[in-house]
């Protein structure tokens, strides 16, 4: 009977031996999630411009250095919050109306220039409220987005000569103007634009609203 089972069990052990094994099931691949689309005035900015205003605080760094090197210490401190990157104030909103503004730029071909103030407007124009200047032989122009209680982000362009208004935003790439609009105190707001057309580091534009009893 010994005899009889040994080959037997040799055989279920050689038949077992040849059988191949069943493969690992295939792993199904994982793709990865899709970043979401940009909203708001990121899907409209051109991404050079979203990069110069993750920026800005580097062109403030700039300005200002530049601008303390050159002797102008005491002109920063007398400007007060104008000139104070952390200066921005919940409320940014700049009601509509007429505006005094101010351009102050730093670099270029000096440390500090600040212009003769000149009129410009914020108007509400759908559901955005619009920047343009008056007068001038360069006037920018553009929209102001929500971007938070504490700022909005401008998008616009400068109208030349007898342009009647500034060309679309990204129509032009050597026109077109960003930027932070901040409230810094009572009635009183600034645009930071971080290296302009102009060459500047960064232009900042003051806006006060304007009262007709000043004159």
């Known amino acids: 009977m010994a005899r009889a089972t040994a ?5 279920l052990h050689l038949l077992s ?7 690992a099931p295939l792993a199904v ?9 940009p909203a708001g005035w990121r899907a409209i900015a051109l991404a050079e411009d979203r990069d110069r205003l993750d920026r800005l605080e580097l062109a403030w760094g700039e300005a200002l250095g530049e601008a303390r090197a050159r002797g102008f ?26 505006y005094r503004c101010r351009l102050i730029r730093f670099g270029g071909r000096r440390a500090l220039t600040a212009y003769r103030p000149y009129f410009c407007d914020v108007a509400v124009e759908g559901e955005l409220l619009s920047l343009t200047k008056q007068d001038g032989s360069e006037r920018p122009g553009g929209y102001l987005w929500n971007d938070g209680d ?27 103007l960003v930027g932070i609009v901040e409230r810094i105190g009572p009635f009183h707001y600034r645009l930071a634009m971080p290296w302009p057309p102009s060459g500047a580091s960064l ?8 009262v007709p009893d000043e004159e």
Do not use: H, I, K, N
């Open 7 to 11: 080959p037997l069990l040799l055989s």
């Open 17 to 23: 031996a040849c059988q191949t094994p069943s493969p």
């Open 29 to 37: 691949p994982v793709e990865p999630a899709a970043e979401p689309a």
């Open 73 to 98: 210490s005491s002109r920063l401190g007398a400007e007060g919050a104008l000139f104070d990157p952390e200066a921005g104030l919940p409320r940014a909103m700049p009601p509509p109306g007429p």
């Open 150 to 176: 504490t700022r909005l982000v401008f998008l616009g362009a400068v109208a030349l000569g007898a342009e009647p208004v500034p060309p679309a935003y990204g129509e032009d790439s050597r026109r077109d």
């Open 203 to 210: 232009d900042l534009l003051e806006l006060v609203p304007f």
